[in-house]
């Protein structure tokens, strides 16, 4: 491959763990393999940006639609979204493209998917980057009795009811829930008593300044065809994660990592991340970890996707070993 050249991205499909999984794939099928993952409500299509820095780096960029997204399956089940099953997904994906091992980098949900499958099968990550959400051990108690305190305004609240977000979202045409989420720069995300929370988020009356219309056309449509209820019922099965992953309770990420957050994102300024991270918590479960707070909200690796390309590969070029320079 051509220094500096990334090529075509590639689209197929692959039947594993019994879903169809869609795939985007650039750069040289030869070169280090670096799995992308990406987070609510968005597509392979976020990692639009790291996808063309990392082919052009040499690197082989392959970034799914998680089951219930896009063009990859949604199972009608919503016990069929817990972290084994999506973890399962990828582990199974590793397998069909016959990858023993692989960089991850996840966003959002994502992250959550990339942390959890450093922890279920670290034989397969050389090393992972997260986005937004740093690795939290397992709490002593449920998720919904954690997030009960915040009563029936708080979003991950108003999500777990079948149907109810749903109804919500529909008042509204798809590219409009979509940018309502994507220009979200809350102190709090909690609607007031009475209100849904989509109601409650405002879109940007511009366009926003880190996608364009016709890309928030492209993710609309995707979302008009495959609709919310899957991407929903991820939060759905919190609890469900919660009491599979009892035979984990107390293990750390053994992995290789860096956390990157944006210093305005509310999920790394609230719920106590801050101090989790800055109190050296994160460190203690994830022994080798880096962190980099840059400037920036939630929808990182697109609105300061420069900075997110440098700082991603600066830390996989030390994984990727001479291949990635062939």
Known sequence: MEPGG????????AEVNGVSLHVAEQGPAAGPAVLLLHGFPELWLSWRHQMAALAARGFRALAPD??????????????????????GDVVA??????LPKVLVAGHDWG???????????????????????PFFPRSPRPMADMFAARGDGFYITQFQEPGRAEKAFARYDVATVLKKF???????????????????????????PWMSEEELGQYAEKFQKS???GPLNYYRNMDMNWRLTAPWHGAKITVPAKFIGGEKDIGVESFGVKSYIESGGFKSN???????IIEGHHFLQQEQAERVNSEILSFLDKFSGEEAHN
């Open 111 to 133: 992250a959550q998917v990339a942390w959890h499958l450093c922890l279920f099968r670290p034989d397969r990550v050389r090393a992972v980057v997260a986005l937004g959400i």
């Open 66 to 87: 998680l089951r219930g997204y896009g063009d990859s399956d949604a199972p009608a089940d919503p016990a069929a979204y817990t972290m084994l099953h999506v973890v």
């Open 6 to 13: 990334a090529g075509e991205v590639r689209h197929w499909s």
């Open 182 to 208: 994507y220009s979200i720069e809350l102190d709090d995300l909690a609607a007031p008593p009475g209100v849904e929370i989509i109601d409650f988020f405002e879109a940007s009356s511009s366009p926003l």
């Open 286 to 292: 994830v022994p080798d970890l880096e962190v980099s």
């Open 93 to 98: 994906l590793l397998d069909h493209l016959r």
């Open 227 to 229: 609709g919310f209820t």
